[in-house]
């Protein structure tokens, strides 16, 4: 990890925007994002007590990531579609793998989740990180492709190397230096991971 230029990417970003994401121009855009709104309700969609109807489940899903403005217009409706066309079994696999990933062995429920994912090609870094950085904002990330490329080469994170298909491996190793990083600036630039990434995205040498 570069700390020179993160400490040049922190300079810049407070120089443009005083204080941070207390910044009215920076607030204005998390409205946009509405991520207050979508931590409450993911969390209590997906608490532990809710799994058990795993149709209810995969339903939620699909409806949470159609909100979430942090997934792409064209992966909304293919991911609606998929989660409809679902059969029996491999609805229980995605429902027990979110409820694994969410509230027991993470790298197993992860699995499940790609596993399944995989089977109608859907197998994206947005669909598969997105309800957990809801559900755990300052814990989990959420992998945005063009933003992890980005920062992996900008931050010189020498240890990571990118792939399109998800792996447990990268996004493991992915969340730890992005929550070592976050301890390494203001907590001004940090209200939670996902904003993080986005100042990190921000930063980014155009």
């Keep these: 990890m570069n700390l020179d230029k993160l400490e040049q990417a922190e300079a810049k970003f407070f120089n443009m925007y005083p204080g941070g ?96 994912l995989i089977s109608g090609k859907m197998a994206k870094w947005s669909l598969i990180s997105v309800l957990p950085v809801y559900h755990k904002p300052y814990d989990e990330v959420f992998v945005k492709p063009t933003t992890a490329k980005g920062v992996i080469q900008q931050f010189e994170l020498g240890t990571l190397v990118y792939k399109p298909r998800p792996s447990w491996e990268f996004y493991k190793e992915f969340r730890s230096i992005i929550n070592e990083m976050k301890t390494k600036v203001d907590s001004r630039l940090a209200p939670n991971n996902a904003a993080f990434t986005g100042f990190l995205m921000m930063s980014l040498d155009q």
């Design 21 to 116: 994401f207390e910044h009215p121009d920076m607030v204005a855009i998390g409205k946009k994002h509405k991520m207050d709104k979508m931590i409450t309700t993911v969390q209590e969609e997906f608490s532990e007590d809710q799994f058990g109807n795993s149709k209810a489940i995969v339903q939620a899903m699909s409806k949470l990531v159609s909100r979430s403005s942090m997934v792409s217009l064209f992966e909304k409706p293919k991911f609606r579609d998929f989660v409809n066309s679902l059969h029996n079994q491999h609805e229980t696999i995605l429902a027990n793998g979110l409820r694994e990933m969410l509230h027991g062995n993470q790298e197993q429920g992860f699995n499940m989740m790609l596993d399944v």
